[in-house]
Nanobody, 124 residues
Framework: QVTLVESGGGLVLAGGSLRLSCAAS????????TAWFRQVPGKEREIVAV????????LYADSVKGRFTISRDNAKNTVYLQMNSVKPEDTAVYYC?????????????????WGQGTQVTVSS
């Protein structure tokens, strides 16, 4: 069983940077795929980035390619989402999700473990 807690959200100016953290307890991320999703009120939850269970393969939504980076620190048992060159349209609640021995998946329904979410607001 895995418990996930996101942190690092807040207010940032357009063009700036922000790093979100997803800390795991119960078990390590070493055998779990991890994904970042985001959701805006009134819209469906959408994929942002995915890191497979091995930590060697990634996938990014077209809207964030070249700007966001997902990574994992096994020693700290934490997954990060580095957000650079942020835009107002990046404003959303960001969620961390994971699945045991998971590969690359962009559908939220396949992830059994979720964090509580952290708000990111980008101002212009």
């Amino acid at each position: 069983q895995v418990t996930l807690v996101e942190s690092g959200g807040g207010l940032v100016l357009a063009g700036g940077s922000l790093r979100l953290s997803c800390a795991a307890s119960g078990r390590t991320f070493s055998s779990y795929a991890t994904a970042w999703f985001r959701q805006v009120p009134g819209k469906e939850r959408e994929i942002v980035a995915v890191l497979d269970w091995s930590g060697r393969s990634t996938l990014y939504a077209d809207s964030v390619k070249g700007r966001f980076t997902i990574s994992r620190d096994n020693a700290k048992n934490t997954v990060y989402l580095q957000m650079n060159s942020v835009k107002p349209e990046d404003t959303a609640v960001y969620y961390c999700a994971s699945r045991h021995l998971g590969g690359i998946a962009t559908v939220s329904s396949v992830y059994p473990y979720w964090g509580q979410g952290t708000q990111v607001t980008v101002s212009s």
